[in-house]
């Protein structure tokens, strides 16, 4: 049976990243005797210009249907003057939530090669490997009332903070086991000193916790966490935290690997899931051939992993952009010594590199 995928390439420098990530994707799936359907569909200001909303109905329709979505960016100066309800980050939003992909997973990973793009010492950060796991579908993204209204002859800019006990315990759990598959340590990020939501979150970590005796449970504050990843990265495992929290700090851990560009994320906890790097749009460098297109590509590692349960076919392209960023960079991690390529020529080099150092043949196919 076909593997269908939508590939949503949306703004900025997402339908150049997207494009040669879906040649990798391609290119293992063929190997693996995989056979994949791919389509497209408009998002973000490309489908606010197309079709006067951020996430048409067929799109969204589309992205219900597929197995995986490879999702580019969204977003640009031209689209920032506009409702929140019609923006291209609406988009990104409302399939979030319509997908029920309520766990984001955003590995933030120093590669050995890239020690020195870091603006960290290397020695804080060699070796660094860090999983944050944020919470997508809840917390003040969503929380009502929101809204600017008039008060009392004042503007008035109101969100809602918001969690409910099943949708803590429910993040909470792919926290524990995700730390479980990893080096067993997670650390719940939250605000139990100001925010009830927190002390709520707190509670309901500890509890879950007891399920999981294997996994070495500790509580940050959030001011904390972000001073502890920047002070002392390598104690963290596996972080959990929610919308908001995680959003800021899945910034500062991607910092620690030197280049956002790096980063991959899985959107998970549906029927389906969506694969985006972390980056977005980047509309300055746009159409220029200069963007990294590895994050994007890792995406599609994340994609083999978690929605087809193909470990082998994921490691083979963590392998090759390993190898890759030894000898060839873009732009944003250029150093000495190395050989500056533009996007294409670095998808392009990720696909010979594969082609070089094939998995065996048997371990492929599973
Ligand atoms: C992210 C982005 C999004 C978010 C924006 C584009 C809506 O910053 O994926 O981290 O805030 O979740
Ligand atoms: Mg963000």
Not at 107 to 128: M, N, R, W
Not at 258 to 268: D, Q, R, T, V, W
Not at 341 to 360: I, T
């Amino acid at each position: 049976m076909a593997t269908n995928i939508l590939v949503m390439g949306g703004d900025g420098i997402g339908p150049e990243v997207t494009a040669q990530a879906r040649q990798v994707l391609q290119a293992a799936a063929q190997a693996a005797g995989l056979e994949l359907k791919l389509d497209t569909a408009p998002v973000g200001g490309a489908a606010i210009d197309a079709a006067g909303q951020p996430l048409p109905p067929e799109s969204l329709a589309k992205a219900r249907a597929a197995d995986a979505v490879l999702f580019g960016a969204v977003g640009g100066p031209k689209w920032d003057t506009l409702d929140f309800a019609l923006r291209p980050e609406k988009a990104l939003l409302k399939l979030r939530q319509e997908l029920g992909l309520f766990a984001n997973l955003r590995p933030a990973k120093v590669y050995p090669a890239l020690v020195d793009a870091s603006t960290l010492k290397p020695e804080a950060i060699a070796g660094c490997d860090i999983m944050v796991v944020r919470e997508l579908n809840g917390d003040i993204y969503f929380g009502e009332p929101r809204g600017i209204t008039v008060e009392n002859g004042v503007r008035v800019g109101r969100n809602t903070m918001v969690y409910s006990e099943p949708e803590i315990e429910r993040i909470v759990r792919v926290g524990f086991d995700v730390a479980r598959k990893r080096r067993k340590k997670l650390c719940s990020v939250d605000k139990a000193n100001v925010l009830e939501t927190s002390v709520l979150w707190r509670e309901v970590a500890t509890r879950v916790g007891k399920e999981y005796p294997d996994v070495a449970l500790d509580h940050l504050y959030v001011d904390n966490a972000a001073m502890q990843l920047i002070r002392a990265p390598k104690r963290f495992d596996t972080i959990v935290t929610g919308n908001l929290f995680g959003d800021i700090l899945s910034d500062a851990a991607a910092m620690l690997t030197g280049s956002i560009g790096m980063l991959p994320s899985a959107s998970i906890g549906g029927r389906n899931a969506l694969y985006e790097p972390i980056h977005g749009s980047a509309p300055d460098i746009a159409g220029k051939d200069i963007a990294n297109p590895l994050a994007a590509i890792l995406s599609v590692a994340m994609l083999f992993k978690y929605s087809l349960d193909r470990p082998v076919l994921e490691g083979w392209i963590r392998d090759a952009v390993t190898a890759v960023v030894t000898t060839h960079r873009t732009a944003d991690i250029m150093a000495p010594g190395m050989k500056q390529v533009g996007c294409r020529q670095m998808g392009e080099r990720v696909l010979e590199q594969m082609a070089k150092a094939p998995p065996q043949a048997q371990a492929v196919r599973h």
